[in-house]
């Protein structure tokens, strides 16, 4: 089986960030590609300074100063995908969550990476087949779906693509819980488990408040104390940012053609104002 020593994140966005800060602080080294010097500043400044990072890790007691400080030195950064895949291991894939651009990403980093690196990606709702299909190691092709924010998050979806060998899933399932994360495995399936579940309830309550049967804060209020949820349906929509819940919700209606993922109309009216939820300042709740 193939060790993993050294991993390469493309994308060092929210997502790729955090990811690379759980592999640090687990003991990899790790190299993170964007698009830019200030796309890479960004990512840095997340991994030390983010509500998520190191530094508040030290805050809370839960790292030392100097754990923190070598889990920081593990990661460099570059804008070059070359470079950074050249001795990896495993490549995880963090871009946006747009086919032709994951496809791209997948030509480039299958002609540079070492021939038995494994090539993950950390897409929401994407099909892995699909990735897979770009590149001549299809066998090799794998979901890797951490959750946000990935330094908080048990969860890791690890997807099968239609091609992905029981090996590759197998490196990655045990990775994961080398992280300390909960690995769950599942076949490559719209939305996979938990967003293919979970953005049900949270459209339903969108149609709820769209057609005035309730205000925002008594249907979350309903869903935390009558269902133990610890966070109510519409602020989760806001944490999870408006725009990627429509961007979610589009793909498993056209993927499945369940009704149920239709985005509501409302949805769509506050994400085209601007509205995005937590990370904008407002969404369904008002945050400044
Ligand atoms: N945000 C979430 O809640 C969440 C949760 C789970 C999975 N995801 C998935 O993770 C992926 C990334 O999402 P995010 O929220 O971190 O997005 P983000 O916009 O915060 O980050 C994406 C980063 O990728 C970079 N990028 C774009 N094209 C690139 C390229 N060709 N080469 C290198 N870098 C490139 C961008 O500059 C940006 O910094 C998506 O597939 C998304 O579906 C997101």
Redesign the pocket.
């Known amino acids: 089986m193939v060790e993993i020593r050294r991993v390469a994140i ?7 960030s955090g990811i690379a800060q759980v592999f640090a602080q687990a003991g990899f080294k790790v190299v993170a ?4 010097e200030d ?1 890479l500043k ?2 840095l400044s997340l991994v030390w300074e983010g509500p998520y990072g190191l530094k508040k890790a030290v805050e809370k007691g839960r790292l030392t100063e100097e754990q923190a400080r070598e889990a920081f030195s593990r990661i460099s950064v570059t804008t070059s ?1 070359q470079e950074a895949v050249r001795e990896s291991d495993l490549v995880i894939e ?4 747009d086919l032709e ?2 496809r ?2 997948f030509r480039e980093v299958d002609a540079a990476a070492p021939p038995n690196a494994i090539l993950a ?6 099909s892995i087949t699909a990735l897979a299909a770009v590149t001549k190691r299809p066998d090799k092709v794998v979901g890797m ?4 924010p990935p330094q908080v998050m048990k969860l890791v979806e690890v997807v099968k693509g239609f091609l992905t060998s029981d090996e590759t899933v197998e490196v990655v399932r045990s990775l994961a819980e080398r992280l300390g994360k909960v690995p769950v495995v599942c076949k490559d399936s719209p939305g996979f488990i938990a967003n293919r579940i979970g953005v049900l309830p949270i459209l339903e309550a969108i149609r709820l408040y769209e057609s005035g049967v309730a205000t925002a804060s008594d249907i979350d209020q309903a869903m935390k104390l009558g269902y133990n949820w610890p966070m109510g349906p519409l602020e989760l929509a806001d944490f ?2 408006l725009d ?1 819940l429509l961007g979610i919700a589009e793909i498993l209606y056209r993927e499945t053609g369940n009704q149920a993922y239709h985005p509501p109309p409302l949805l769509r009216r506050l994400v085209a104002a601007g509205y995005l939820g937590r990370k904008s300042g407002r969404g369904f709740h008002v945050y400044r």
Do not use: C, P, Y
């Open positions: 493309i994308g060092f966005g929210t997502m790729g590609v964007d698009v830019s796309a960004r990512g995908i963090a871009v946006f969550e651009v994951k791209k990403v990606s950390n897409t929401s709702t994407l779906h951490f959750f946000n999870i940012g990627v």
